[in-house]
């Protein structure tokens, strides 16, 4: 079976870390860039961050540069979203997905500073909760 699966997620106090995974199963990571989006209640769906594999390039929301960082175990096939010094507008569900366009062209709109667009992501997991709150 193809899936993402996110894992991680929980309650933090402000000023916090918490690790999040996405792990692949049925399917290699090798040949994706993935993004990992969140959505706050009655928000949209936004892109926090992203990495390609064939370069290692990331983008990070203006939201969260600094704060943070994004890698990826290709033996493990997992990504992770490492999040310090959290804050309580963090709190969402955090989902991960695979990037519909090859990872040259991602790496391309990277340069350009482009932010991610949902609709170019598709393998939605399920989503973990992040609640940011003391």
């Known amino acids: 079976q193809v899936q993402l699966v996110e894992s991680g997620g929980g309650l933090v106090q402000p000023g916090g870390s918490l690790r999040l995974s996405c792990a692949a199963s049925?399917?290699?990571?090798?040949?994706?860039?993935i993004g990992w989006f969140r959505q706050a209640p009655g928000k949209e769906r936004e892109g926090v961050s992203c990495i390609v594999n064939s370069d290692g390039s990331t983008y990070y929301a203006d939201s969260v540069k600094g704060r943070f960082t994004i890698s990826r175990d290709n033996a493990n096939n997992t990504v992770y979203l490492l999040m310090n010094s959290l804050k309580p507008k963090d709190t969402a569900v955090y989902y991960c997905?695979?990037?519909?366009?090859?990872?040259?062209?991602?790496?391309?709109?990277?340069?350009?500073?482009?932010?991610?667009?949902?609709?170019?992501?598709?393998?939605w997991g399920q989503g973990t909760q992040v609640t940011v709150s003391s």
């Open positions: 997905a695979t990037d519909r366009l090859p990872m040259s062209h991602r790496a391309a709109k990277l340069r350009l500073g482009e932010a991610l667009a949902t609709e170019d992501f598709s393998g």
């Open positions: 049925g399917f290699s990571l090798d040949y994706y860039a």
